[in-house]
């Protein structure tokens, strides 16, 4: 196993519903000026299994974006065929018969 270490800061925001507060805890500081109020640094330690292995979860990652990617682009498209049918059609203009 391995042993990580992550040094942070934990911080308070208040609920506008029910007055209480929620923690957080940010590897960064500064959040003072997006409504948090500082509480104090801390450091998370946990151990890390050597079966760890990131990679089957950047891939599922991967192609979940690259679905939301295909999604998209496939609307888009949508879009562009929709607006050159628009274009490109042939209006019917009726034939005025002759009296």
């Not at 929620?22 to 640094?41: A, I, K, R």
């Not at 562009?80 to 002759?98: K, M, S």
Request: aromatic share 10%; glycine share 4%.
């Amino acid at each position: 196993m391995q042993t990580i270490e992550i040094t942070g800061h934990i911080y308070a925001q208040r609920n506008a519903w029910d007055n209480s507060l929620n923690y957080t805890f940010f590897t960064f500081d500064g959040m003072e000026e997006h409504g948090y109020l500082y509480v104090c640094p801390h450091k998370i330690v946990a151990e890390v299994p050597d079966s760890f292995n990131p990679v089957a979860a950047e891939v599922a990652a991967l192609e979940k974006e690259r679905e939301n990617v295909r999604a998209e682009l496939n609307a888009r498209i949508k879009q562009i065929n929709d607006r050159i049918a628009n274009l490109t059609c042939i209006e019917h203009t009726p034939v005025q018969e002759a009296a």
